[in-house]
T-cell receptor
């Protein structure tokens, strides 16, 4: 089955700096890669996703890049703000039309004012 | 506003008790999921359902069962709770493959 590795497990940045979280996956059949943000006391919420027919996608301060050959994808947050502090999870679908997602172990991002 | 609700935010049970965790979604989604979240382990899939009365095992189904009698409701059952089932339980729903999963707020279960 799919295996998703996520690094780093914790990340501290100064407000205004950029943050990068990286994930690798194992199943070459996977072609949907979402990122979720989980704030304290809440369930995860989708912030951006990418499909394998594109290499990069941006939404304001957030961007995701995908390298299918190397089987890795990354989340980039620019101009970080204190409200970006949360746990971020990457995920990959299990391929072939499956509804299932395999999640990484999460990255706790702290933005220091 | 789309919504996934879970019956309890916090629950404390005794070892050996039968525990029911309820999840309701109002988006008419066909697919529903139960995850377990533990520190350092991320989200792990326990069971999912792609239709009423249909269920599939996820990665960690041992010690759990599920019930889906109505489209909007998906229940997770711990037949005989054990201390190693102390965890955060998250329910989610989605309209289809490669689509956003909408999560509930979670139930933090403590088994004493």
């Amino acid at each position: 089955g799919e295996n998703v590795e996520q690094h780093p497990s914790t990340l501290s940045v100064q407000e205004g700096d950029s943050a990068v979280i990286k994930c690798t996956y194992s199943d070459s059949a996977s072609n949907y890669f979402p990122w979720y943000k989980q704030e304290l006391g809440k369930g995860p919420q989708l912030i951006i996703d990418i499909r394998s027919n594109v290499g990069e996608k941006k939404d304001q301060r957030i961007a995701v890049t995908l390298n299918k050959t190397a089987k890795h994808f990354s989340l980039h947050i620019t101009e970080t703000q204190p409200e970006d502090s949360a746990v971020y999870f990457c995920a990959a679908d299990t391929g072939a039309g499956s509804y299932q997602l395999t999640f990484g172990k999460g990255t706790k991002l702290s933005v220091i004012p | 506003d789309v919504k996934v609700t879970q019956s309890s935010r916090y629950l404390v049970k005794r070892t050996g008790e039968k525990v029911f965790l309820e999840c309701v979604q109002d988006m008419d989604h066909e697919n529903m999921f139960w995850y377990r979240q533990d520190p350092g382990l991320g989200l792990r899939l326990i069971y999912f359902s792609y239709d009423v009365k249909m269920k599939e095992k996820g990665d960690i189904p041992e010690g759990y069962s599920v019930s889906r009698e109505k489209k909007e409701r998906f229940s997770l059952i711990l037949e005989s709770a054990s201390t190693n089932q102390t965890s955060m339980y998250l329910c989610a729903s989605t309209s289809g493959a490669k689509s956003e999963q909408f999560f509930g707020p979670g139930t933090r279960l403590t088994v004493l």
